[in-house]
């Protein structure tokens, strides 16, 4: 019954900013690990950064200084502030959820990201 819905993707130029939202319905956000992914066509889908239930932060190297992942637990929602974009941060950015306890993992519908001038 657990929902996650994705929002705040679109077309910017290089250098310019975006800030990703995934919102959760069903769930209890405090409790989970949540990442945000991103896939190209063709290409395999890849970590972009995961804040772990207890605060912890993780990011691939290519997006480091450049991206912050947050989460405000009242709301259930994460956050992904997007800076200094460049035109091979294009993608489907996908946000999930997982819970070790409970087994739990869940997946949003994605939300296009194109960096172009």
């Known amino acids: 019954q657990a929902q996650l819905v994705e929002s705040g993707g679109g077309l910017v130029q290089p250098g310019g900013s975006l800030r990703l939202s995934c919102a959760a319905s069903g769930s209890i956000f405090s409790t989970y690990a949540v990442a945000w992914y991103r896939q190209v066509p063709g290409k395999q889908r890849e970590l972009v950064a995961r804040?772990?239930?207890?605060?912890?932060?993780t990011y691939a190297d290519s997006v480091k200084g450049r991206f912050t992942i947050s989460r405000d637990n009242a709301k259930n929602t994460v956050y992904l502030q997007m800076n200094s974009l460049k035109p091979e941060d294009t993608a489907v950015y996908y946000c999930?959820?997982?819970?070790?306890?409970?087994?739990?993992?869940?997946w949003g519908q994605g939300t296009q990201v194109t960096v172009s001038s």
């Open positions: 999930n959820a997982a819970r070790i306890l409970g087994s739990l993992n869940f």
């Open positions: 804040i772990g239930s207890g605060g912890t932060i």
